[in-house]
């Protein structure tokens, strides 16, 4: 979003440069964890992403590429995205029965409630996407999406964006804490989650309102400072976590990974 755009004159030349780097340089940070996702689910036979962000950014990619992404560059990152997801996808359905142990209801139903979150955020990003391109809202001077002057694709996929990104984090942090074990993530995949993130999320939207603020000001709004706040508390918070559980964790014969015999209660 946002490259269509025509800031006005007294917006620093080097807006546009740096604001196309920063969201190449995320979008290069997220395929390459979505491919050690992948990776790291066969490899300990388990799954990374836990099944609502899954789930959610499954559909999220699906509603952008076919319907909201107006850059060639935009469409290409969310079909590579959707590409990668599949064999994470996979390695959720072939190993996450194992996870739900605890859950029978949903470990016989795992496959129907996947395909249930992702019909249901579809609905949600679609909704949300046609509302706003519909309504007219937030129209600002120099902002342009399909040929439409004023209107703010950019905003729209700030709070999109942002929601993903917490549900991502937050979902993240508790399943490591429910777990008791790293089955299906990694340093490798936890750091570029959190570099992906920090600059494709807070770095990138950050420079927009520093360089161009009357048309992001959102981003230093309460509920935008919440959101990225948010995600950017629990990510860091995540390494500490993640540091404890790999340290007590057992490794199986087969690869996969299990929670240390004794309780987290201590943590």
């Known amino acids: ?35 050690m996702y992948a990776r790291e689910g066969l490899k300990s036979r388990s799954y990374g992403m836990p099944m609502f962000a899954l789930a959610n950014n ?116 508790a399943q490591l804490l429910v777990r008791q074990h790293t089955g299906g993530v990694s340093w490798t995949v936890w750091a570029l989650r959190f570099t992906g993130t920090l600059v494709g999320l807070n770095i990138n939207y950050g420079w927009a309102w520093y360089a161009w603020r009357e048309a992001h000001g959102y981003f230093m709004s309460a509920p935008g400072i919440f959101l990225w706040a948010s995600t950017t508390i629990c990510d860091i918070a995540y390494a500490f976590v993640f540091a404890y559980v790999k340290r007590r964790e ?3 014969p087969d690869g996969s990974k299990a929670a240390p015999r004794e309780s987290l209660k201590t943590l």
């Open 58 to 173: 499954f559909a999220w990619e699906m509603v952008y590429a076919l319907y909201v992404a107006d850059a060639a560059r935009e469409r290409t990152a969310m079909v590579v995205w959707m590409l990668i997801d599949t064999p994470i996808i996979y390695s959720f359905l072939k190993h996450g029965r194992k996870e739900w142990a605890h859950a029978p209801l949903v470990k016989r139903h795992l496959g129907g409630i996947f395909v249930t979150l992702v019909l249901f955020c579809v609905t949600v990003h679609w909704a949300w996407a046609s509302w706003w391109m519909s309504s007219g809202v937030a129209l600002k001077e120099g902002k342009v999406y399909r040929g439409v002057q004023g209107l703010d694709a950019t905003e729209m996929a700030f709070w999109a964006v942002s929601m993903c990104q917490v549900v991502v984090s937050t979902t993240s942090l």
């Open 250 to 252: 057992r490794v199986l």
């Open 1 to 35: 979003m946002g490259f269509n755009d025509v800031p006005p004159p007294h917006v620093t030349p080097l807006y546009q440069p740096i604001y196309d780097a920063t969201f190449g340089f995320a979008g290069l940070a997220w395929t390459l964890c979505y491919l």
